[in-house]
């Protein structure tokens, strides 16, 4: 798999935000969220989860629907599909 790319649009002493784009074929690489956050989906797709453990699952997202998750959450999120993936990850600064 191929680097997915981000783009850090904000970084304040509360809040960072990063655009994530993966193609094709591409992923973030296995991390854990430091922060609480939340994902909005700039377009419809499936990414691929694989947690720390190996266990792989689908995750449908839709464009605008956004969701939120705690620190703490470990996994490598991957596009195994022929669009790209689009998304905003806001990260709450505690």
Do not use: C
């Not at 720390?52 to 956004?66: L, M, N, V, W």
């Amino acid at each position: 798999m191929t680097p997915a790319k981000s783009n850090v649009q904000h970084d304040t002493a509360e809040v960072r935000v990063t655009e994530w784009r993966l193609a094709p074929g591409s992923a973030t690489g296995r991390h854990i969220h430091e922060m609480d956050y939340v994902i909005v989906p700039i377009t419809t797709g499936e990414m691929t989860i694989v947690g720390p453990d190996g266990a792989r699952s689908k995750a449908p997202i839709t464009t605008g629907q956004s969701y939120v998750r705690k620190a703490g959450v470990e996994h490598d999120v991957l596009n195994e599909t022929g669009s790209e993936i689009v998304f905003l990850e806001i990260e709450l600064k505690p």
